[in-house]
Nanobody, 124 residues
Framework: QVQLVESGGGLVQAGGSLRLSCAAS????????MGWFRQAPGKEREFVAA????????YYADSVKGRSTISRDNAKNTVYLQMNSLKPEDTAVYYC?????????????????WGKGTLVTVSS
């Protein structure tokens, strides 16, 4: 069992930055691919970024590529999402996700574990 707790959300002006964190419980954190998804009001949840268990591979949605960086610290059981040059359209609840399969995680259809989310609001 893995429990995920997100933090770092908040209100920021357009052009600003935020760093989201996701703390995971459990000794097997380093075995899991980790990722971030988001859900804007009235929209479906969408993939944002993913990182492999070894941190050797990362993948980003086109909407955040070049503005965001996903990283992980397996010693701290934590994954991060640094977001820069934020836009109002980045406003959403951001969810942390974990799956043993990097490919399954990116697809987002049968992810093993989800966090409860943290709200990011970007004002114009």
């Amino acid at each position: 069992q893995v429990q995920l707790v997100e933090s770092g959300g908040g209100l920021v002006q357009a052009g600003g930055s935020l760093r989201l964190s996701c703390a995971a419980s459990g000794r097997t954190f380093s075995r899991y691919a980790m990722g971030w998804f988001r859900q804007a009001p009235g929209k479906e949840r969408e993939f944002v970024a993913a990182i492999s268990w070894s941190a050797g591979t990362t993948y980003y949605a086109d909407s955040v590529k070049g503005r965001s960086t996903i990283s992980r610290d397996n010693a701290k059981n934590t994954v991060y999402l640094q977001m820069n040059s934020l836009k109002p359209e980045d406003t959403a609840v951001y969810y942390c996700a974990a799956d043993l399969s990097y490919v399954t995680l990116i697809a987002g259809t049968s992810v093993d574990y989800w966090g409860k989310g943290t709200l990011v609001t970007v004002s114009s």
